[in-house]
């Protein structure tokens, strides 16, 4: 199982990026999808999560600027970030809870990482 991460780049002050992730290999379920950051010097912190009964949890930081969803038939969850802030700056890192076959554990897998920068 492999998640590929894209659609960071630079962006400026309340402005907006859309992540995504895209899970493919062995997969026979995805239980839950999320986005993770991490700044230099600090713990990887949680931004959203979203399961696949498509119940949705955020940071408070994010509450209200950002919105996760998923292409179910694509293996794919997004992360919509609005009102961007520099605080926001951050490696976005997706992961994924996936079964891959009958009578197997689910386990997570985590995608390579996208940066973020927000700045004028």
């Known amino acids: 199982v492999q998640l590929q991460a894209s659609g960071g780049g630079l962006v400026q002050p309340g402005g907006s990026l859309r992540l995504s992730c895209a899970a493919s290999g062995s997969i026979l379920r995805i239980n839950a999808m999320g986005w993770y950051r991490q700044t230099p010097g600090k713990q990887r912190e949680l931004v959203a999560t979203?399961?696949?009964?498509?119940?949705?949890n955020y940071v408070d930081a994010v509450k209200g600027r950002f919105t996760i969803s998923t292409d179910n038939a694509n293996n794919t969850v997004y992360l919509q970030m609005n009102s961007l802030k520099p605080e926001d700056t951050a490696v976005y890192y997706c992961?994924?809870?996936?079964?891959?076959?009958?009578?197997?554990?689910?386990?997570?897998?985590w995608g390579q990482g996208t940066l973020v920068t927000v700045s004028s």
């Open positions: 992961n994924a809870d996936i079964q891959e076959d009958f009578g197997t554990y689910y386990r997570r897998f």
């Open positions: 979203i399961t696949s009964g498509d119940s949705t």
